[in-house]
């Protein structure tokens, strides 16, 4: 039976790996040698993978559709199952990514941050809890649209060292919600029906961000899972959808998975502190040390969209080539039978409870 289920999913990795490199000539390479570390570890395991906490997890919530695209459907589903993420190529048109560049444009424009707000944007652990962790500006970001910047581009008194529009890292944290332009992205049609494809039956959008990449100085995001700050009971509830608004390479940081990482659940949680603490945010648990060579790179057009399990682990290297890497991405979560850690930084509030991606 075992040889059986092995030999099923095999002909499902090797005639996805078939689709992407067929519709995407320009990542064949990667989508063979993704599938090819998929099918290395699927065979080196002694039993089919169990993923997340079983049919509470949103990978298990893809219900098969009674369609003419079903093959593909189920082909899709299987792909994402085993891997924890999903690359949909040409998902927006270049006129829908051309006109959320054009209107952060815009919000960088008219952007206004005294001072002792600004804070740089890091992802290493000591460093996000001087900046970020010690902040309310970010702590009481998750129902406005607030602003980060990158490290080294302000001086002790936070006044800029180069232009300010070359000086964000990230717009965050309820673009979705106050926006016009990217509330209607992350609540188009093609979005809804995605999230129906998924089986959600009542997703809340969490949070939004719009991340730059600066070139040259974009900086690196460490091996991470997004379960780690927006942590749900159960697990596996979370889902990140990330748009490319211009090509993402190698070279200016596209992003980099360890296929099947979602798999072992997380070791790591960053939590409001208590009253009284230094840093409004705290740490518990650790971040294991991961191997390099376990990363696959995922290079992606303009327009495409890649799905984020909330488990799985990826990173993005620093962008120090010529050009930048702009990127809308928001998380959903599936609030049917979902608890919301109260421990986490981010929080609904009366003025902005999570709104149903359905509307």
Same mark, same amino acid.
């Given at each position: 039976?075992?040889?059986?289920?092995?030999?099923?999913?095999?002909?499902?990795?090797? #005639?996805?790996?078939?689709?992407?490199?067929?519709?995407?000539?320009?990542? $064949?390479?990667?989508?063979?040698?993704?599938?090819?570390?998929? %099918?290395?570890? %699927?065979?080196?395991?002694?039993?089919?993978?169990?993923?997340?906490?079983?049919?509470?997890?949103?990978?298990?919530?893809?219900?098969?559709?009674?369609?003419?695209?079903?093959?593909?459907?189920?082909?899709?589903? !299987?792909?994402? #199952?085993?891997?924890?993420?999903?690359?949909?190529?040409?998902?927006? !048109?270049?006129?829908?990514?051309?006109?959320? $560049?054009?209107?952060?444009?815009?919000?960088?424009?008219?952007?206004?941050?005294?001072?002792?707000?600004?804070?740089?944007?890091?992802?290493?652990?000591?460093? /996000?809890?001087?900046?970020?962790?010690?902040?309310?500006?970010?702590?009481?970001?998750?129902?406005?649209?607030?602003?980060?910047?990158?490290?080294?581009?302000?001086?002790?008194?936070?006044?800029?060292?180069?232009?300010?529009?070359?000086?964000?890292?990230?717009?965050?944290?309820?673009?979705?919600?106050?926006?016009?332009?990217?509330?209607?992205?992350? *609540?188009?049609?093609?979005? /809804?029906?995605?999230?129906?494809?998924?089986?959600?039956?009542?997703?809340?959008?969490?949070?939004?961000?719009?991340?730059?990449?600066?070139?040259?100085?974009?900086?690196?995001?460490?091996?991470?899972?997004?379960?780690?700050?927006?942590?749900?009971?159960?697990?596996?509830?979370?889902?990140?959808?990330?748009? =490319?608004?211009?090509?993402?390479?190698?070279?200016?940081?596209?992003?980099?998975?360890?296929?099947?990482?979602? !798999?072992?659940?997380?070791?790591? $949680?960053?939590? $409001? =502190?208590?009253?009284?603490?230094?840093?409004?945010?705290?740490?518990?648990?650790?971040?294991?040390?991961?191997?390099?060579?376990?990363?696959?790179?995922?290079?992606?057009?303009?327009?495409? %969209?890649?799905?984020?399990?909330?488990?799985?682990?990826?990173?993005?290297?620093?962008?120090?080539?010529?050009?930048?890497? *702009?990127?809308?991405?928001?998380?959903?979560?599936?609030?049917?039978?979902?608890?919301?850690?109260?421990?986490?930084?981010?929080?609904?509030?009366?003025? %902005?409870?999570?709104?149903?991606?359905?509307?």
């Amino acid at each position: 039976m075992q040889s059986v289920i092995l030999w099923y999913l095999l002909c499902c990795v090797l #005639r996805s790996a078939g689709y992407i490199a067929q519709n995407n000539p320009q990542s $064949r390479k990667t989508a063979v040698y993704c599938h090819a570390y998929g %099918l290395k570890q %699927l065979l080196k395991s002694s039993r089919v993978r169990k993923v997340g906490s079983g049919e509470d997890d949103v990978l298990n919530c893809w219900k098969k559709k009674k369609t003419g695209n079903e093959k593909y459907t189920t082909s899709r589903m !299987t792909e994402f #199952r085993e891997d924890g993420f999903l690359v949909l190529e040409h998902f927006f !048109t270049a006129e829908e990514c051309d006109s959320m $560049r054009n209107q952060i444009q815009k919000i960088v424009a008219e952007m206004e941050v005294p001072p002792h707000c600004r804070t740089e944007f890091s992802t290493k652990e000591d460093e /996000q809890l001087q900046a970020q962790g010690s902040s309310d500006y970010f702590l009481t970001s998750g129902d406005k649209i607030r602003f980060f910047f990158e490290k080294g581009v302000l001086d002790e008194k936070g006044n800029f060292l180069i232009p300010k529009k070359k000086s964000v890292s990230k717009i965050g944290h309820a673009l979705h919600a106050y926006d016009p332009v990217f509330k209607q992205i992350t *609540h188009s049609s093609k979005v /809804q029906e995605l999230g129906r494809k998924l089986g959600l039956e009542r997703p809340v959008v969490v949070q939004s961000m719009y991340i730059f990449k600066q070139p040259g100085i974009g900086g690196e995001v460490t091996p991470h899972q997004d379960a780690t700050f927006l942590h749900t009971e159960p697990l596996g509830r979370v889902l990140g959808f990330w748009i =490319a608004l211009e090509d993402a390479t190698q070279e200016n940081g596209c992003l980099w998975f360890i296929p099947g990482s979602h !798999t072992s659940g997380i070791t790591r $949680r960053m939590v $409001r =502190a208590p009253s009284g603490t230094s840093t409004c945010v705290e740490f518990v648990g650790s971040e294991p040390g991961y191997d390099d060579s376990q990363f696959i790179p995922l290079p992606i057009s303009k327009g495409g %969209l890649i799905l984020i399990h909330g488990e799985v682990v990826h990173k993005s290297e620093l962008n120090s080539s010529e050009s930048s890497r *702009h990127v809308f991405t928001f998380h959903v979560m599936e609030a049917k039978d979902t608890s919301w850690s109260k421990e986490n930084w981010l929080q609904p509030t009366p003025e %902005l409870p999570f709104p149903s991606l359905y509307t």
